[in-house]
């Protein structure tokens, strides 16, 4: 079965930098394009960062362009994101995510808390 798992987040002060994690499994994972979702207290879920399956491309939302960073590494069945200039705004659960291309079904992980403050 698919899995996504998520990890290090944590409580950092503004100005800081952050690297999370997805480690996945239970599919081709090099076959598929990976995304950060994020969502913070009282907010809808938002797309934060996508990366293709090769990691030739990638997309940004505009509040983190410049700021974070998507990356994937294949041969780890792993997809990370570097945040850094944090502000306390990026205060969020950060969900790993795919979708099957035929399904059209959405995975998730279980999410990683970040807190940007002082």
């Known amino acids: 079965q698919v899995q996504l798992v998520e990890s290090g987040g944590g409580l950092v002060q503004p100005g800081g930098s952050l690297r999370l994690s997805c480690a996945a499994s239970g599919f081709s994972f090099g076959n598929y394009a990976m995304s950060w979702y994020r969502q913070g207290p009282g907010k809808e879920r938002e797309l934060v960062a996508t990366?293709?399956?090769?990691?030739?491309?990638?997309n940004y939302a505009d509040s983190v362009k410049g700021r974070f960073t998507i990356s994937r590494d294949n041969a780890k069945n792993a997809v990370y994101l570097q945040m850094n200039s944090l502000k306390p705004e990026d205060t969020a659960l950060y969900y790993c995510?795919?979708?099957?291309?035929?399904?059209?079904?959405?995975?998730w992980g279980q999410g990683t808390q970040v807190t940007v403050s002082s």
């Open positions: 990366i293709t399956s090769t990691g030739g491309s990638t």
């Open positions: 995510n795919t979708r099957h291309f035929l399904t059209r079904r959405d995975y």
